[in-house]
């Protein structure tokens, strides 16, 4: 986008994730107006003020200047008159200019906006890309994360954040994670401390963000009463309101934890594409107990 009056309106607020077409506000009808939303003037609405004599064009645009709306883009390169424009920077409104088509800024606006008014948190622990599941290894300290994490990106796993995790709730169907700015590309390993991911390891093993699909919790051996040997209890940790299929791996001296994150983001991915062997295994073993059943009676 281009500015194309001043920047007194900066500091109005987008309060709404979408935007709106003022048609019906300049032909002066203001019920129900969406003034808490970006109004984007088209062909459509130009055609309309072309119209009008030159008083009446000029009121119709100072009073939608008038509103509280957080600004006016005018899409397919075209602009506004001088007087126009100098009625906005006069009702300190921000006047911007587009070259993109009308409905294609409006839906590139409003899956910017969307991403932007996204719900939000922060987790501690580490985000991996392995083989396309992203996933969340959270744990105590000193349960191996960052150990675990850099066997992971020797195998081929990509690094989307280290130590802390920024989520958003993307539209209400997916979890999205990406890192700090300050953290993007690096990792904090004890004993070596700060180290830099794609000079050591190669660009291919960063993300800056991946969709959320399993979260692993790492804790010790010792503190694990009952461990589902099966896997027929599934688990899930409610994040920003979406529950995402959690699983908890026991840490002992000898076990390869980063092996175990591996199988389990291919069994989660087969679990995507309707295949549970739990499952499967239980209905197998139920079968065989009915079929010896039948043959001892």
């Not at 109004?39 to 459509?44: N, P, S, W, Y």
């Not at 099966?230 to 001296?253: F, S």
Request: glycine letters at 8%; aromatic letters at 6%.
């Amino acid at each position: 986008m281009k500015l194309i009056g001043t920047r007194s309106g900066f500091d109005r607020k987008i309060m709404e994730p979408t935007v709106n077409r003022p048609g019906l506000a300049l032909a002066g009808y203001y019920n129900y107006f969406a003034h808490h939303r970006i109004q984007v003037i088209g062909k459509a609405e130009r055609s309309y003020l072309k119209h009008l004599d030159a008083t009446e064009k000029r009121n119709r645009f100072a009073d939608l200047c008038k509103r509280q709306i957080p600004c006016i883009i005018v899409s397919r390169g075209d602009t506004i008159s001088a007087a126009s424009v100098e009625i906005a920077n006069k009702a300190k409104l921000s006047v911007f200019q587009t070259t993109m088509v009308t409905m294609k800024f409006i839906n590139a606006a409003t899956v910017r906006l969307e991403w932007e008014f996204a719900a939000r948190t922060t987790q501690h622990g580490s985000m991996v890309d392995v083989m396309g599941i992203g996933i969340l290894i959270r744990g105590a300290s000193g349960t191996g994360k960052s150990e675990t994490v850099l066997s992971l990106l020797r195998r081929g796993a990509s690094l989307v954040s280290d130590d802390m995790v920024y989520f958003r709730n993307f539209e209400g169907r997916e979890i999205i994670g990406e890192a700090p700015e300050l953290g993007q590309n690096h990792m904090e390993v004890r004993g070596l401390g700060i180290i830099n991911v794609p000079a050591l390891f190669g660009v291919g093993t960063v993300r800056t963000e991946k969709r959320l699909d399993l979260v692993i919790t790492l804790r010790p051996a010792d503190m694990m009463n009952e461990v589902d040997r099966i896997g027929l209890d599934r688990g899930y940790y409610n994040l920003l309101g979406m529950k995402v299929p959690h699983v908890e791996l026991p840490v002992a001296p000898g076990r390869d934890i980063a092996q175990l994150v591996e199988v389990a983001a291919l069994d989660q991915k087969l679990k995507s594409l309707g295949h549970d062997s739990a499952v499967e295994f239980n209905k197998k073993l139920l079968k065989m107990m009915r079929e010896r059943r039948k043959s001892v009676v």
